[in-house]
């Protein structure tokens, strides 16, 4: 007998039924009734079923891409463990990928990327999740493959013992990033005594002690059918996959009652203020300050999502207007409510100089002291209610968010009822309520803070936790009541001036997606101006001669909107996304942005600081830093040589004459206005013809310049207090014009990266030398270059160079298996379908493509050549273009 419960127009189904014993699973599965029929239901519903031993499953019909994404969630997260194996749940993680009991080490990734799909696994605090995306007619091999990685990993002594070292190398890595090593902190701090105290990564002690017989345990005990969610979503049929899913799955049993560690509460009185300072080799101050708040299910957690919006959750906000705009004290400045199952935090980070530390700290805690969100106006109210519920719906835009969404809120919250929740609770927030949550929880005794500054530094915890209770004196608790897609034919049309416009109609979502994209970018500039053309995209979008910066910021607030630019080695871009009923107010504001841009000193100003915090933040980071550095490393002439973002002293000295005679030149290139989703024709027609009759100038036309490269072939730059060495081995290689070689490069790529690619499989897998070791490829018009990547400890420098040798040795010396090649093909096929399912990146790709000279076909034309690609041809490239005597070698070391 069935029992049925109607959610949201989803179904519940609870199949009543003995509890199947693993090792019977087939002979229990004939045993179970017969499934009832979900096809008669609309295909736009959600189908939650509940199995005979407790795991549940989700279906979701999604029709728009022939794609399918499947996740499994285990309620088995680092707040599962104990501080002895803290750790294992991400260690986990990483072990499934080792092996299973019918599949080899690396043979999961293999499977999946051989059929053109890619997969990967996450652990968090509450639980681990196994998914993949994978075209819609290798769903049940989807299927399969992350239910064998969960119940059957092999834990092979041997792996675990090279697989531990690379969650070192992982662990290490994180200790090299600013933010992980402020998170880190932080959460021993706020969370201390409970198991959300330690890293998710665990520590090098526990990590190091761990043996395939804990990790076993670890499965037995928290592995419980009861507590996990099969989320399927795209082009499938929800009978076929609850069949799959109950023979897959079905015959599974539960062992022991689960459940969750106790919720954390957050104290009456906190012990804060509390300030710790770690010093090293950094350009920046980063700082963190911490409140605690209730859980993710609380009624509390959409009014201080609204407050966090408020008081720093974009370009409109108090804080950022305050810190930033105005006092510019700061790079950059936010606070955003972290929530999990047990216990949550408000989390405010701050870039910032040094010198101005003190400064800052101070107006900070004096800000916190006199904030009052009872001032915030109608308007501030509306608009951040608008973004959190903008942001809520585009995460649906694609597969994987749209199963991540579903899933998360049938795992925690029970169903998507908890999203309309959510949305009438934030509807109901208001200024009284918000000042109740702001007294509630934002409050000195309640602040712990993590400050990373310059080993230089003077300023003491000390001072600033003396500061803090100067500035902002502790104050009573105060008690608040709170309530809680079908697509039409692409089009493509030519305009005055020979520009191009594009027209790629997508009914799903009440979106439009705008992509303006120019020839020139740092092509326009001489060495001497190198960073003017990345200093000019910042400085575009910050005002017009009618609007602010600040009316701008409000503006795109209040319609959920955005628009950036941005500068490349040889393009220029504007780009644009908003609801499209907002379209006759958005072009507008685009058309002034372009045609009328202000360039006002002070913005030029903050402008000119935000980059030299970019450069300074890059440079602090190990892969940052050896990615500024690769292009002028490499190549002796043309925009390729140039520092992308310039230097400090060259953008110092950058002037708003500088900037306007640029935009002056670069505006007068032709453009291709690529538009997608739902758009009114008519309305986008006009627009870009305007656009054509105002910008464009005759005998502008961009010149692709073909550079030299440099003789220099090893460099080697440093970083200070790091644990790890970055490399990349680069050859040279040819333009996208090319596209036969093109086609080869591209699989060569696919062939060497991914879990399943040669460089894992040998460097990581078989050798354990690195975290992360993969291959890149970069192309432009007339010039390109493979390179291949591993971050490594020092002393394995040497080992790691010789691993890639070998590689590249083997490649020119026997022909690949024809498998391979085929992996490799479907990667390409793969990829290419899951990064071009939102709109902006599909506008995007068709403004890039036909301003280079290509058509917007060119990325399927280089997938149908892939296909012809022979072994043959794989080695003869690598003979021809990865020879030894063409590498180039950056290093980047401690």
Known sequence: MFKKILLLGGLIMVLTGCQMHTNKKNTAAARMPALP????????ETHIVRLENGLTVLIRQDDRFPLVNARLYVHAGSGYETPQIAGISHLLEHMVFKGTKKRGPGQSARDIEAVGGSMNAATSFDYTVYYVEVPDDQWSLGLDVITDMAFNAAIDPEELRSEKQVVLEELERGEDTPGSRLFKTLQGMVWQGSTYEWPIIGYRDTVSAMTDKDIHAYIAENYQPQSMLLAVVGKVNPDEVLAEARRLLGGLRNTRPVSPPDTIAVPATGSGPRVTKLTGKWNKVYLGATFPIPQGSSAKIAGLGLLCQLMGGDDTSRLYRTFKYDKQLVDDISISPLSLERGGMLYLSATLDADKLETFWTELMAELARFNPEDFTDREIERARLNLEDSLFLTKETLSGLASKLGYFQFFENGEQAEQNYLFALGQTGRAELKGLYDEFVRPDQLAACILTPEDTAVT???????THKAWPAKARADAKQQAATTDAAQQIALPGGNTLVLL??????????????TGGDGDLTPDQQGLAALTAKALTRGTMTMSATDIQDFLSDHAASIGSSAGRNTFALEAKFPTRFTDKVLPLLRDTLTAPAFDQSEIDRARQDQIAAIKQREDQPLGLAFRHIFPFLYKTGPYALLHQGTIEGVEAMTQADIMRYWGRQSMHPFVFAVCGQFDRQAIEEFAASLSRTLTAPGSEYQFATPEW???????????????SHLIMAFPAPGRDDRDTSARLELLKAILSGQSGLLFRDLRDKQGLAYSVTSLLWQSH????????????PDKVDQSLAGFRTILADLAATPLPEAELERARNILTGDYYQEHQSLISRSREAASLLTQGFDREYDQDIIERAKLVTPQ??????????TQDKAYLMQVTP
Do not use: K
């Open 710 to 724: 440099n003789t220099g072939r090893e460099i080697t730059l440093h970083l200070p207090d790091r644990s790890q």
């Open 873 to 882: 041809d794989i080695r003869e490239l690598a003979r021809h273009y990865l």
């Open 37 to 44: 029929s979900l096809a008669e239901r609309d295909a736009s």
């Open 461 to 467: 915890p000390e001072a600033l936790t003396a500061a």
């Open 782 to 793: 007339n010039t390109g270059f493979l390179g291949l990547y591993i971050g490594t400890q």
């Open 505 to 518: 109609p997508d009914e799903t979502l009440p979106y439009t997606a705008v992509s303006i994209y120019w």
